[in-house]
């Protein structure tokens, strides 16, 4: 038995499709005014890969000043706004829209059968929105960028600094409107356009995970919206909303913004662990252990996160009371990710499991995910909060799940749908590689910083004690190495767009719909529309089709 | 709103050609499934509206429960009477606009045009009144910011309409917070106005479109979803003119 | 080899000498949470073990090669409930001991002697009742509960010292307050640790903890020369505040004498307990401070007075008693243990009424 599942048509033979979504149409302005969800997936794609390695190339100055305890290499000015833009480029560019805008658009509509969003239009609005606010950031940062650090605490971020706020705020404020328009889409489309058969509970998983990330991103960004425009008010004209002389209450910002930035959290990782349902479930040959219980953690997920957002402030002077129900909540949210984790490493129980990159970036996920998560509750638990706020403890969790949980899953998702996006496989060994050097860059980049968050070092310092100098080398070493980590897929992926072996239809025999058609699909995805009787990740209604398929193909090459 | 009559020009299958109404996008199966996404994309649209809305109303409530007494005196500052006056024309405009509504439902392009001209004037007329409280406020010195005026609160004598409400006189550390609550009068009557004039723009876009017959020939989806924002704009303007204008009026 | 192993070779021993999981433990609330931290990182690590293990052994029975065909299995209710009742139940003791930990944090024992930290951009000053004022340090005895109470003259800043396991913001416009005992002597690091703009990394400093008997010798050399409550009573005399809190039986205003920790009922009826934060709020919003009985004539102070001001005006008024006069003497001995409630009588070169 081959431990490799995958399964390419003849190569001597194969020839991508000539009629594709890439090919049907030419020029400029085919991609530009596109309304196909799967070219508005590849703009996307190209456009946040942009904007990933410019937040990365502000994480590489971050720990370069921080190889040294003196403040060394960049003014403390210039240091804080490098923190700024890296948080916020990573966060409202980069993770926000990560796997929804492009993983998503492009096969959200494949996954349940149909041709298309249920506004295309506004898909690509959306689009333009997340352009227009990503070039809007650049601009601040080149024209002399913005030092609040990505919270715009105020009173600082409104009275005490005198760089780009405002224009920042603007670009938060449309990229804002780009995701609530990619989750409207989502929910009214999973809603109304599902092919006839298709339930809810035979919906793939990453389905289920998009949808409670779409709810969050429809309801919480509005509440950012607000705060961003009072924060502008408060800046212009000095209406005092925030402002303790004229009886404002400069914590009711910090309420408002993170009854968004929290939710938001959630917004960056379900479409991640989406992904990772889909791809443990395609290695190991088996549908994902306790469906309904993934599904139903997706959505327990969504709603508890709108109930926790004052565990950001537990030090801030709110009442001890507030604090208790916070820091409970909290707990309860955690249940739902332990549920996760648990329900796909049983997934692999029994099943046939074969270890191409995907997996292992899913198993990298897995780990990684684990410690972030409970760290998580570290700081959810209100006692320790108080000595791990505020210091490099948190910095290392949400790097542990962000970088570690979703950008993982964002790669696993990249490399599984890469051939049906492109037609081409990337090159296996390579890529297994690149995994394993990104997953060790990571843990001593971000490892070390748990330590130095305990020993009480605070974050957003630009000079240190030097008795913590060892560890923040240690970090930026893995730094580097994690950036070569990153840099290896772009290189490689290009270089299977034309020298990768043909994919075919299904190359890892996967039961999605997504992967009953050519690849890459057609404009309208399928020729004819699905049929869907079969529940999901029903490997045994697979093996039916691929051999009445052999069956058929027995019969023509006897004819 | 992607839900243009227009036929997107696409290369139809063999298997895929079909009978099927003008206003069908390709990417649905029926009218009946295009109508019934549309509108609970809208529906969903104006769910985002009311956090947004949301997230100022819940500032307005905490303010005024710390500041109360500021409160009374700033909103007494206000104009009930343009007030009210402006609830009845919107109000009033959201009736001709369900009347332009059942016009193209109906398929009266005269009365839908009439409509929703009336439509758009009770708006203008509106934004116009808002336009002169503003005016007004400005001229007063209460426009937050730096040029701010405490002066009709820590002396209503100066003041009419202090003291035509029987306003007291505010200690000045209370007074001082007035200025938190025209904040968020401007605010919030500001994005409902900023709607609104949005809502009118497409209003003149509609009107031009359903001059040349394009609401009432049976796709009447984009008019109905305007109905809805039309009638969310005005809902807004339910809650904010008791919360401003009629804190604690006798 | 040889050019390159120094190097390394003296990283490592830097390192080696230096190295420390946790800082050290300098107060009494630390061994608790490090208890709780402790805790923490176990049940962390078993629930990694687990998954760690539950990875690689499925990864190794079920390899392809080894199980090439799969069986379909749709979930199991009872490892559902297992793994939800189980992690709930980790997280709800830990919710639990945590919650009590925070309590303790901040809830300051009634017998806590008071120091007032003012954060500014970008620095701390600390000022001690007796009139010892410290900027970027903080001299603490051992063995005596501390309260801190602390506020900002600008932005957010958050007084953090990492070897006692507390943290507290600075806010403007209100008090907080934290509190720790501290145990063993010695100079431990300060940081603000919320982000406040240019220099926030330089905004450190140090926390000495001295013996109780190095803790006196540090008061009597420190001190300004007047303690914070009679630069209080300057305050009062020279803003005018006696002209209506006055102890005359036809004063405008309430007597203040005893006032702090009183039980007041104000003019809308509700009560109100006379802490720092009231008589803070009562200087600068006084209009909806209002004792019951008296007129809401008192004007605010907002803009007149400084922080570090109101701070005096509030020591002024915890500390009296009777007649307005500061009873308070110079060394503030009767802080220490020792003179708990003894007062002694007023010394010379104090300010009369």
Not at chain 1, 116 to 121: E, H, V, Y
Not at chain 1, 159 to 164: A, I, K, L, S
Not at chain 1, 227 to 239: N, S
Not at chain 3, 13 to 22: D, G, P, S
Request: glycine share 8%.
């Amino acid at each position: 038995m081959s431990d490799t599942i995958v399964s390419l048509p003849d190569q001597t033979t194969a020839r991508i499709p000539k009629d594709n979504y890439l090919t049907r149409e030419n020029g400029l302005l085919s991609w530009l005014l596109t309304r196909d969800h799967k070219r508005i997936g590849i703009l996307y794609l190209i456009s946040i890969t942009f904007f990933f390695f410019i937040g990365g190339a502000l994480a590489g100055l971050i720990r370069l000043e921080l190889l040294t305890p003196q403040s060394d290499l960049m003014a403390s000015d210039t240091y804080n706004k490098v923190f700024t833009m890296h948080g916020v480029i990573m966060i409202f560019f980069f993770l926000v829209p990560s796997v929804p805008a492009t993983l998503g658009n492009f096969f959200l509509p494949m996954m349940i059968g149909a041709k298309d969003f249920a506004l295309p239009k506004m898909n690509l609005a959306s689009w333009y929105l997340y352009m227009a606010g990503g070039l809007l950031a650049l601009y601040t940062m080149i024209t002399g960028g913005v030092d609040t650090g990505w919270t715009f605490t105020t009173p600082l971020s409104t009275h005490y600094v005198n760089t780009n706020v405002l224009t920042t705020g603007l670009a938060i404020f449309i990229a804002g409107f780009s995701s609530i328009f990619t989750g409207l889409n989502f929910i009214v489309t999973i809603h109304k356009m599902r092919v006839p058969g298709l339930t809810w509970f035979r919906l793939p998983l990453f389905v289920w995970a998009n949808y409670a990330a779409s709810i969050l991103m429809v309801l919480g960004t509005p509440v950012l919206a607000v705060a961003i425009v009072l924060v502008a008010l408060e800046r212009t004209i000095g209406i005092g909303v925030f402002d303790p002389t004229k009886g404002g209450d400069p914590l009711l910002f910090q309420h408002l913004f993170w009854f968004y930035s929290h939710p938001a959290v959630y917004i960056m990782i379900l479409p991640g662990m989406g992904v990772i349902s889909e791809v443990i479930s395609t290695f190991s040959r088996k549908r994902v252990f306790g469906y309904t219980a993934v599904a139903f953690s997706s959505v327990a997920i969504a709603v508890f996160g709108f109930f926790v957002w004052a565990h950001h402030m537990f030090i801030m002077g709110v009442s001890n009371y507030a604090v208790l129900v916070f820091s409970l909540l909290t707990m309860l949210v955690a249940v739902p990710s332990a549920i996760k984790i648990f329900n796909w490493a049983f997934t692999l129980y029994k099943g046939s499991i074969t270890f191409e990159t995907p997996l292992i970036y899913a198993f990298g996920f897995m780990g990684l995910f684990t410690i972030g998560g409970m760290t998580g509750v570290f700081l959810g638990t209100a006692g320790t909060d108080i000595h791990l706020t505020e210091t490099y403890f948190i910095v290392a969790h949400f790097h542990f799940v962000m970088v570690g949980g979703m950008l993982m899953a964002f790669l696993a998702g990249i490399h599984f749908w890469w051939p049906k996006m492109t037609g081409r496989m990337y090159p296996e060994k390579l890529s297994q590689m690149a995994a394993v050097v990104t997953f060790i860059g990571f843990n001593l980049t971000f490892f070390p910083q748990f330590i130095l968050g305990m020993l009480g070092m605070p974050r957003r310092y630009a000079s240190y004690p030097p008795e913590f100098q060892i560890l923040n080398v240690f970090s930026s070493a893995g730094a580097t190495i994690l950036g070569i980590g990153y840099l290896l897929p772009v290189l490689y992926l290009t270089w299977s767009l034309k020298y990768g072996a043909i994919a075919g239809d299904n190359p890892w025999q996967a039961t999605g719909l997504e992967w009953q058609c050519q690849s890459p699909p057609l404009t309208e995805n399928f020729p004819e529309t699905p049929v869907m009787d079969h529940e999901a990740y029903d490997y045994e209604w697979l093996e039916k089709q691929q051999e009445a398929r052999r069956k058929e193909a027995e019969v023509t090459s006897v004819e | 709103m992607s839900n243009s009559p227009a036929i997107t020009p696409e290369t139809h299958t063999a298997t895929e050609h079909h009978e099927h109404p003008p206003f069908l996008l390709h990417h649905f199966n029926s009218m009946e499934q295009q109508n019934d996404t549309s509108s609970f994309a809208m529906w969903l649209f104006l769910l985002t509206e009311v956090m947004f809305f949301g997230g100022m109303f819940v500032v307005y409530m905490i303010y005024r429960n710390w500041y109360y007494a500021a409160f009374v005196a700033a909103s007494r500052q206000l104009n009930v009477a343009m007030g009210g006056i402006n609830s009845v024309i919107l109000i009033t405009s959201s009736f001709t606009m369900t009347l332009g509504v059942w016009s193209a439902q109906t398929k009266r392009k005269g009365a839908l045009i009439l409509f929703l001209i009336l439509t758009f004037i009770l708006g203008f007329v509106f934004l116009g009144i808002k336009g002169m409280e503003y005016k007004e406020k400005f001229e007063k010195h209460h426009v937050p910011g730096e040029h701010y005026s405490l002066q009709s609160f820590i002396n209503p004598a100066s003041d009419a309409e202090a003291m035509a409400t029987g306003t007291k006189a505010l200690p000045l550390d209370e007074a001082v917070h007035t200025e938190l609550f025209f904040s968020l009068y401007f605010a919030m009557t500001g994005m409902h106005a900023l709607h609104m004039i949005i809502g009118m723009g497409l209003l003149l876009f509609i009107i031009f479109r359903a001059r040349s017959g394009a609401y009432t020939t049976g796709h009447t989806a984009f008019v109905e979803y305007f109905g809805l924002y039309w009638h969310f704009v005005d809902i807004i303007w339910i809650f904010l003119f008791p919360l401003l204008y009629l804190i604690n009026r006798h | 080899m040889d050019r390159i192993s120094p190097v390394i070779w003296q990283y490592l021993v830097k390192w080696m000498t230096n190295f420390a999981l946790f800082p050290p433990e300098a107060s009494k609330i630390a061994p608790q949470m490090d208890a709780l931290l402790f805790f923490l990182v176990l049940v962390s690590l078993i629930g990694l073990t687990v998954v760690i293990l539950l990875v690689t052994s499925f990864s190794i029975l079920y390899r392809r090669k080894r199980h090439p065909v799969a069986v379909q299995i749709e979930g199991s209710t009872l490892l559902e409930a297992t793994w939800t009742i189980i992690p709930l139940g980790l997280f709800l003791m830990m919710f639990v001991w945590g919650a009590l930990i925070y309590f303790r944090v901040f809830t300051p024992p009634a017998n806590a002697m008071n120091i007032y930290v003012v954060g500014k951009q970008w620095m701390w000053k600390a000022e001690h009742p007796g009139g010892q004022h410290e900027i970027n340090s903080l001299h603490v005895p051992a063995g005596r509960a501390v309260q801190l109470t602390l506020i900002s003259q600008d932005v957010f800043h958050s007084f953090s010292i990492p070897a006692f396991r507390v943290k507290r913001e600075a806010i403007p416009g209100r008090y907080t307050t934290v509190w720790f005992e501290a145990t063993t002597p010695g100079t431990y690091h300060l940081f603000c640790t919320q982000y406040c703009g240019t220099a926030h990394s330089q905004m450190i400093g140090d926390v000495v903890v001295m013996t109780p008997e190095g803790y006196k010798h540090w008061l009597a050399e420190s001190t300004s020369g007047v303690s914070l409550a009679q630069n209080g009573e300057r305050l009062f005399a020279s803003l005018s505040c006696n002209a209506c809190h006055n102890a005359r039986p036809d004063a405008r205003g309430p007597s203040l004498a005893n006032v702090y920790g009183s039980k007041l009922t104000l003019s809308t009826g509700q009560t109100a307990t006379a802490d720092e934060a009231y008589l803070r709020e009562s200087i600068l919003n006084p209009s909806q401070h209002i004792t019951q009985g008296y007129a809401p004539i008192m004007p605010t102070y907002q803009g007149q007075i400084s922080e570090e001001g109101v701070i005096a005006l509030v020591e002024y008024i915890k500390n009296l008693d009777s007649n307005y006069r500061v009873q308070q003497t110079l060394n503030t001995t009767d802080l220490l243990p020792e003179s708990e409630g003894k007062k002694v009588p007023a010394a010379q070169g104090m300010v009369k009424q």
